[in-house]
């Protein structure tokens, strides 16, 4: 794995607006392709099948949480834990996740997975493609993402799942152009679409039913949008009353939280691609204490050999943290980054790659194309 100083093609910001692409600069530059990361093709098909291993520990993870009723440590509310159950062993449809891999020496260390609301799609599937195309298009790149969408969206109808319902806060743009570009590539396999804003789903007491605007039924939906957001609000109980199938299913809410991570080294301790994890930091010298729901980098705070390197604030940590063994991400011209190794389905999609100057990774972080030869 190399980092290489590239040239920018001229009027790129044009460019990848054209492709959507239109929050590339919000508070500084987002999109970086003044370099590149460069990988040899045995360590891309080393983070390929980390990926599909990491997966398929994650699918073992969640059926032993539930075998042993240990969602409460999940700080998800008992209210709704029969329901993760029904949607678990209905095999609700899933449509993707990221997983956050360091890489170092050759190591592949699983960070954690964003399995319920993961971002940066676009620039993975669509714009470092065509910065490849423009940059040498007879090099490769580990990217199938959006073929993989249009197979799994072809999947949802052969679950039966016709029309399809998109929703975010519109007023964000990286959520909503990543929901546009999903909203394409669920019509182009077949689907009958349609947009609404969260914040204009609408409950009907007669008829036991999400709404729309016009008081018609969604019975499906996919949301860019927490669950644990949906269900700390006033409706968040009416999922438990109605037949909506949401996208993601009730059963990534497992995923989508970092105590997963400790469930799976209980599960596999000492597998190479898993760092320890504990609920507390015992005799842990260096570590990563996160909360159980933080996202973009919050309420982060990292310790080695006993002395803090740097913390974050946020909103974050009344649900609880995890205390995982601190690695160390390599470092490129000052720059430290992350792969985002993307599943769709069930299947390794392709990666995005984010950096920073910093320890923590957060909405800040540089997306930086590559290419494997």
């Known amino acids: 794995m190399e980092r290489g100083l590239v040239k920018e093609r001229r009027n790129w910001q044009k460019i990848v607006e054209k492709q959507g692409f239109i929050f590339h600069s919000v508070e500084g530059k987002y999109w970086d392709e003044s370099a590149c990361y460069a990988f040899r093709k045995p360590e891309m098909e080393a983070i390929e099948q980390a990926t599909q291993t990491l997966f398929d520990m994650c699918m073992e993870a969640v059926e032993a949480v539930l075998h042993q009723r240990r969602l409460r440590e999940f700080a998800i509310p008992d209210l709704y834990h029969e329901r993760i159950r029904e949607s678990w062993d209905a095999d609700e449809p899933t449509l993707y996740g990221r997983f956050d891999l360091g890489y170092h020496d050759g190591q592949i260390k699983l960070l954690e997975f964003n399995a319920d609301t993961p971002t940066s799609l676009l620039e993975a599937s669509v714009v470092q493609w065509h910065w490849l195309q423009d940059f040498e298009n007879t090099l490769d790149q580990f990217n199938a993402i959006h073929e993989l969408l249009l197979e799994q969206f072809a999947y949802f109808k052969q679950r039966g799942i016709f029309d399809l319902y998109f929703a975010c806060a519109t007023d964000n743009d990286e959520d909503y152009m990543t929901v546009a570009y999903l909203m394409d590539c669920a019509q182009q396999a077949g689907l009958q679409i349609q947009y609404i804003d969260i914040s204009d789903i609408g409950w009907a007491d007669e008829k036991m039913q999400f709404v729309d605007l016009y008081n018609e039924p969604i019975r499906t939906c996919f949301k860019l949008y927490p669950w644990e957001f949906m269900l700390n609000e006033d409706f968040g109980r009416h999922t438990l009353s109605t037949d909506t199938c949401w996208v993601e299913p009730f059963w990534k ?14 599960l596999y301790p000492e597998h190479p691609l898993l760092l320890a994890c504990h609920d507390k930091p015992g005799r842990m010298r260096s570590y990563v204490q996160k909360p159980l729901l933080s996202r973009e980098g919050a309420n982060v705070t990292i310790v080695e050999h006993g002395r803090l390197l740097q913390a974050t604030q946020g909103e974050y940590g009344y649900e609880g943290y995890i205390y995982q063994d601190y690695f ?7 720059n430290r980054p992350v792969i985002g190794s993307w599943i769709v389905g069930d299947t390794p999609a392709g990666i995005g790659i984010r950096e920073t100057t910093g320890l923590i990774h957060d909405n800040l972080a540089r997306f930086v194309p590559h290419y494997f030869y």
């Open 253 to 266: 809410m497992l995923l989508s939280n970092k105590a997963i991570l400790k469930i799976l080294w209980e």
């Open 328 to 334: 160390e991400l390599p470092e490129f011209m000052g």
